[in-house]
């Protein structure tokens, strides 16, 4: 059974512009969750989707953005790009809400 | 609000030793526990997780935690460590209402890093 798939791998993007990071979950898990890594920050809680609605989001300014497809993959939106915004951003599905959290490889965001 | 705490930011150990890997929480409501082990340039990998039942869970590979409600505590240890065990290691906490509806969020400790040594 295939995993948590996010891509890209990496995208380099300079400050101002827009990124968008795109995960698929795993199949028949219904929930999508955003994280990002910062280096000094840790692992902090971006959003949370289920059944194509934000459930639950994090202290994040509303630059930080997503949706969930029909499909149940999801897209994860940064508008007006800081350098801050570099880190790592890993994508969590589960079964339930609140269910185990499985983790794709994340997409590492550098902004020049 | 709830937030954990992970004692050590770096564990240095010897192969074959034992180690512990301290974590506690904050929380007045009832807790999902997990550890989550991170590999150079990887994503999060799930070793265990505490929802309900035994107070004590183990991971396929000989890491085992324990669940201790009255000191608010979710330490993982493994008796005897191997080299590929090296990585980053991530507690993390998930809540329920009094209704039990899920946050959906985990709010993660800072991390440990553990480096095994020959």
């Known amino acids: 059974?295939?995993?948590?798939?996010?891509?890209?791998?990496?995208?380099?993007?300079?400050?101002?512009?827009?990124?968008?990071?795109?995960?698929?979950?795993?199949?028949?898990?219904?929930?999508?969750?955003?994280?990002?890594?910062?280096?000094?920050?840790?692992?902090?809680?971006?959003l949370w989707y289920d059944e194509g609605e934000e459930r639950n989001r994090g202290n994040f300014p509303p630059r930080f953005s997503g949706r969930q497809f029909p499909n149940y993959s999801s897209?994860?939106?940064?508008?007006?790009?800081?350098?801050?915004?570099?880190?790592?951003?890993?994508?969590?599905?589960?079964?339930?809400?609140?269910?185990t959290?499985?983790?794709?490889?994340?997409?590492?965001?550098?902004?020049? | 609000a709830q937030s954990v705490t992970q004692l050590d930011s770096q564990?240095?150990?010897?192969?074959?030793?034992?180690?512990?890997?301290?974590?506690?929480?904050?929380?007045?409501?009832?807790v999902y526990l997990f550890w989550y082990v991170q590999y150079p340039n990887q994503g999060l990998q799930l070793l265990l997780k505490y929802l309900s039942g035994s107070t004590?869970?183990?991971?396929?590979?000989?890491?085992?935690?324990?669940f201790n409600k009255s000191q608010t505590s979710f330490h993982l240890r493994k008796p005897s460590v191997h080299i590929s065990d090296t990585a980053e290691y991530f507690c993390a906490v998930s809540l329920a209402n009094a209704g039990g509806t899920?946050?959906?969020?985990l709010t993660f400790g800072q991390g440990t890093i553990l480096t095994v040594h020959p």
């Open chain 2, 11 to 30: 564990v240095p150990v010897f192969e074959e030793a034992p180690v512990e890997l301290r974590c506690n929480y904050s929380s007045s409501v009832s």
């Open chain 2, 56 to 66: 004590l869970v183990e991971s396929i590979n000989g890491f085992e935690a324990e």
């Open chain 2, 102 to 105: 899920s946050y959906g969020k």
């Open chain 1, 1 to 46: 059974e295939a995993g948590v798939t996010q891509s890209p791998t990496h995208l380099i993007k300079t400050r101002g512009q827009q990124a968008t990071l795109r995960c698929s979950p795993i199949s028949g898990h219904t929930s999508v969750y955003w994280y990002q890594q910062a280096l000094g920050l840790g692992l902090q809680f971006l």
């Open chain 1, 101 to 112: 959290q499985y983790f794709g490889p994340g997409t590492r965001l550098t902004v020049l």
């Open chain 1, 75 to 99: 897209e994860l939106n940064v508008n007006a790009l800081e350098l801050e915004d570099s880190a790592l951003y890993l994508c969590a599905s589960s079964f339930d809400p609140g269910d």
